[in-house]
């Protein structure tokens, strides 16, 4: 357990320091402006948004919409190319150590409650949400739905993204005084799920992640062909279940260490009392279980 809690405090540091690097504009949050550098250009590979006074970068999900919603439309190589070079490096890597809003979600998830909640009823049908609003309102509302000079709209950047409202509409509106004379039903629609968001965050772990999340969903579908893979060693593991046990994204890591929910925080490696899940790109057999003559053998020729 102590283990477990050191990894979490690694990549809690891992999480920050990404964070802080692609959110560094300082002038951006001191003036209230939007960084629009020659850095916009490129994608960030976690949800961060570009309308973040300190982001340097833009969001995949955030450019896929406003490539797929241009009036010139034309398939975006730049953002599908990226978004699977980067799923099928390390799949949903990412969101466990690279995305500031799975960052937000893992601190507020620290904060005590009476009763946290791992599963509950319908908790695996609400995850295939994510995979809906990701065809719903990133690709087919702002392909089909267009205005009048033809340009689709963001529709969930728009109408969902927590995130955003985080992370760029509430800096912005703070800082602005002619944006808080304007600010309407949309934004207080966009601070009632950014609400929600933040509360069930602190009961569930990731409620974001694991259910509404577009990103997530893409990275996901790479996860179980990803070079960066977990892998468990069947002649190493006793099936003590404390790794199912430890899992906040409730995935069974011994039956499918690579399932399409796992971000790859890596607790069930550090909690396994045999060593028998191991990861990266390579993955070689635990050397820690001494006890398996199988194991033994196989150490032998490392």
Wanted: with cysteine.
């Amino acid at each position: 357990m102590a283990k477990a809690k050191n990894n979490n405090k690694v990549r809690l540091s891992v999480q920050a320091v990404w964070a802080a690097v692609t959110n560094s504009y300082v002038i951006g949050f001191i003036q209230g402006k939007i960084y629009k550098g020659s850095l916009k250009n490129l994608c960030v590979p976690g949800l961060n948004c570009y309308s973040c006074p300190g982001a340097l970068g833009s969001c995949p999900i955030g450019a896929l919409q406003s490539v797929l919603g241009s009036r010139g439309f034309k398939f975006a190589f730049y953002i599908v190319g990226f978004l699977m070079l980067v799923g099928a490096i390390c799949g949903r890597f990412i969101c466990g150590f690279l995305c500031p809003f799975g960052l937000i979600q893992d601190l507020l998830h620290k904060i005590p409650f009476p009763k946290k909640i791992k599963m509950f009823k319908g908790d695996k049908l609400l995850r295939i949400l994510k995979y809906i609003i990701l065809l719903v309102f990133v690709i087919i509302l702002p392909m089909f739905f267009v205005d009048i000079s033809g340009n689709g709209t963001p529709y969930f950047c728009k109408l969902i993204c927590p995130a955003g409202t985080l992370e760029g509409g509430i800096p912005l509106v703070i800082m602005d005084k002619m944006l808080q004379s304007i600010i309407g039903f949309l934004y207080t629609w966009k601070l009632v799920i950014l609400g929600i968001i933040i509360f069930l965050s602190i009961i569930i772990y990731r409620p974001f992640c694991k259910y509404i999340c577009p990103l997530g969903a893409i990275y996901s579908i790479f996860n179980p062909i990803s070079f960066y893979r977990y892998k468990v060693d069947k002649n190493a593991c006793i099936n003590c279940g404390k790794c199912s046990e430890n899992c906040k994204m409730g995935i069974k890591p011994n039956i499918n260490p690579n399932a399409l929910e796992c971000i790859r925080c890596g607790d069930c490696k550090k909690i396994c009392p045999t060593g028998a899940i191991t990861s990266g790109f390579k993955n070689k057999p635990s050397c820690k279980n001494k006890d398996v003559k199988h194991e033994k053998d196989k150490c032998g020729k490392l």
